[in-house]
């Protein structure tokens, strides 16, 4: 099946927070306690009762001080590092190509948490399961938009098949030269697809981000292995994936 | 399915060679993968269409109902103000209805006094409805200019934000019908 994937078409996003209220509401998570840091960004940080938010950054240029938004959340990256070192196989790539999270399966290691590029899993320290964004599978496999796309005000958010994303995206750059493309080839291509009117490196977005070496997981686990959560058999059933079949 | 030995022998071939299968590579996670197309959960939910109560851009949403109660808010994408969006107010409806910080019973503070008292809905009622006879009685005009007016203005109705578009109908008849002439709402749709 054609990959789906999203557009976040930076220059047009007003900063609503539209996306991250219509997450919450359709996946039913909470709102949180905050503090006023003096930022309209809020969530300070992604939680496990916030999936997506959108960062709001203040860059001065020396005179002028300029404004950006980036909405950020898991990337459903085609090469995803979660994916790869989830040691209870809780992490599996569906038939859009998005990246979900079978929270039966979970054990609340942490890995992708620890792990992730662009840290964006968490855990939740009650259920003590991972928690991330799964874009929208139930809405998309049943033939609707993701929350967050459905409810943009402005089209900075559009959702299509990864392809016809990509070309709308290349067509939007040729007419504009200024514009930056993130997630096109990044980590075998990623299901969020950036139209940045900075370069990414602005937005603290990796310019090459990689899968962790599979040792360094390793040894988190061992780390973790006091903890009730993890037992000798996970550790056993992490080296052999580790191991065993990473060929990176 | 009920497991005679016959099939149970059946069964637990092919599981073997299914486990056969899988150990020479065989990815069965993919057939996993593929097999999942969860149901959505508004699926069995009445849905009816009303209007954002926040602001007076007057988008179009779409409420599902199950059992009576409101479980999920999202713009219309049929309705041509919004064509589906909704800002982070309006996504925000649905905690209106579904909030356990909403007040569940009436609470009452006397005149002149500094404290609140529960009370139930009957009390409520009955002191509104004699309040608003009582006003309305001592205020009443009846002719401006000898033209018949029939209104009170020692009334005023004040909405808010928290009413939705059918609510701010039903008030604004109920108003009409007392004679009462200034309505406003924070939204002015």
């Given at each position: 099946?054609?990959?789906?994937?999203?557009?976040?078409?930076?220059?047009?996003?007003?900063?609503?927070?539209?996306?991250?209220?219509?997450?919450?509401?359709?996946?039913?998570?909470?709102?949180?306690?905050t503090?006023?840091?003096?930022?309209?960004?809020?969530?300070?940080?992604?939680?496990?009762?916030?999936?997506?938010?959108?960062?709001?950054?203040?860059?001065?240029?020396?005179?002028?001080?300029?404004w950006?938004?980036?909405?950020?959340?898991?990337?459903?990256?085609?090469?995803?590092?979660?994916?790869?070192?989830?040691?209870?196989?809780?992490?599996?790539?569906?038939?859009?190509?998005?990246?979900?999270?079978?929270?039966r399966k979970?054990?609340?290691?942490?890995?992708?948490?620890?792990?992730?590029?662009?840290?964006?899993?968490?855990?939740?320290?009650?259920?003590?399961?991972?928690?991330?964004?799964?874009?929208?599978?139930?809405?998309?496999a049943?033939?609707?938009?993701?929350?967050?796309?459905?409810?943009?005000?402005t089209?900075?958010?559009?959702?299509?098949?990864?392809?016809?994303?990509?070309?709308?995206?290349?067509?939007?750059?040729?007419?504009?030269k200024?514009?930056?493309?993130?997630?096109?080839?990044?980590?075998?291509?990623?299901?969020?697809?950036?139209?940045?009117?900075?370069?990414?490196?602005?937005?603290?977005?990796?310019?090459?981000?990689?899968?962790?070496?599979?040792?360094?997981?390793?040894?988190?686990?061992?780390?973790?292995?006091?903890?009730?959560?993890?037992?000798?058999?996970?550790?056993?059933?992490?080296?052999?994936?580790?191991?065993?079949?990473?060929?990176? | 399915?009920?497991?005679?030995?016959?099939?149970?022998?059946?069964?637990?071939?092919?599981?073997?060679?299914?486990?056969?299968?899988?150990?020479?590579?065989?990815?069965?996670?993919?057939?996993?993968?593929?097999?999942?197309?969860?149901e959505?959960?508004?699926?069995?939910?009445?849905?009816?269409?009303?209007?954002?109560?926040?602001?007076g851009?007057?988008?179009?949403?779409?409420?599902?109902?199950?059992?009576?109660?409101?479980?999920?808010?999202?713009?219309?994408?049929?309705?041509?103000?919004?064509?589906?969006?909704?800002?982070?107010?309006?996504?925000?409806?649905?905690?209106?209805?579904?909030?356990?910080?909403?007040l569940?019973?009436v609470?009452?503070?006397?005149?002149?006094?500094?404290?609140?008292q529960?009370?139930?809905?009957?009390?409520?009622?009955?002191?509104i409805?004699?309040?608003?006879?009582?006003?309305?009685?001592?205020?009443?005009?009846?002719?401006?200019?000898?033209i018949?007016?029939?209104?009170?203005?020692?009334?005023?109705?004040?909405?808010?934000?928290?009413?939705?578009?059918?609510?701010?109908?039903?008030?604004?008849?109920?108003?009409?019908?007392?004679?009462?002439?200034?309505?406003?709402?924070?939204?002015?749709?």
């Amino acid at each position: 099946m054609r990959e789906k994937a999203i557009l976040v078409d930076i220059s047009k996003c007003i900063a609503c927070r539209g996306c991250q209220v219509a997450c919450k509401q359709w996946n039913k998570l909470s709102a949180e306690s905050t503090k006023n840091r003096g930022s309209y960004e809020n969530p300070p940080a992604l939680s496990e009762n916030t999936l997506t938010r959108i960062i709001f950054q203040e860059v001065s240029d020396g005179k002028n001080l300029k404004w950006f938004f980036r909405k950020e959340q898991c990337m459903h990256c085609s090469k995803a590092a979660c994916l790869e070192l989830c040691p209870s196989d809780a992490i599996y790539k569906n038939q859009f190509g998005s990246i979900m999270l079978d929270s039966r399966k979970c054990i609340g290691c942490g890995v992708c948490e620890k792990f992730c590029p662009f840290h964006i899993p968490r855990i939740n320290h009650t259920t003590h399961k991972a928690i991330k964004c799964s874009l929208c599978n139930d809405r998309v496999a049943n033939g609707m938009q993701p929350a967050c796309v459905k409810t943009c005000p402005t089209g900075a958010l559009k959702f299509g098949f990864r392809d016809d994303i990509l070309s709308s995206a290349h067509s939007k750059m040729n007419k504009s030269k200024k514009m930056y493309l993130y997630g096109e080839n990044e980590l075998g291509g990623l299901h969020i697809i950036y139209l940045l009117t900075q370069s990414p490196a602005i937005f603290n977005l990796p310019k090459h981000p990689t899968i962790p070496n599979p040792f360094e997981a390793y040894a988190f686990l061992m780390e973790k292995l006091n903890s009730e959560l993890l037992n000798q058999n996970v550790l056993t059933i992490a080296a052999l994936k580790y191991f065993g079949h990473i060929h990176a | 399915m009920e497991i005679s030995r016959r099939n149970f022998l059946q069964l637990s071939s092919l599981s073997l060679a299914g486990a056969t299968l899988t150990s020479f590579g065989f990815d069965l996670k993919k057939a996993q993968a593929y097999a999942d197309s969860p149901e959505l959960r508004i699926r069995q939910a009445k849905e009816s269409t009303t209007i954002c109560p926040y602001c007076g851009v007057g988008c179009g949403q779409i409420v599902s109902v199950e059992n009576g109660k409101v479980i999920n808010i999202e713009g219309d994408p049929d309705h041509p103000i919004n064509q589906g969006a909704l800002c982070s107010k309006g996504s925000a409806l649905y905690q209106i209805a579904n909030n356990d910080q909403r007040l569940t019973k009436v609470l009452y503070r006397a005149p002149g006094g500094d404290a609140w008292q529960e009370k139930d809905w009957d009390f409520a009622i009955e002191r509104i409805a004699h309040n608003i006879k009582l006003t309305r009685d001592t205020n009443w005009i009846e002719n401006e200019k000898d033209i018949p007016v029939n209104r009170t203005e020692a009334i005023a109705n004040l909405g808010g934000a928290a009413l939705d578009n059918e609510e701010c109908y039903l008030l604004s008849k109920a108003m009409r019908g007392l004679g009462i002439v200034f309505m406003e709402h924070q939204a002015r749709i």
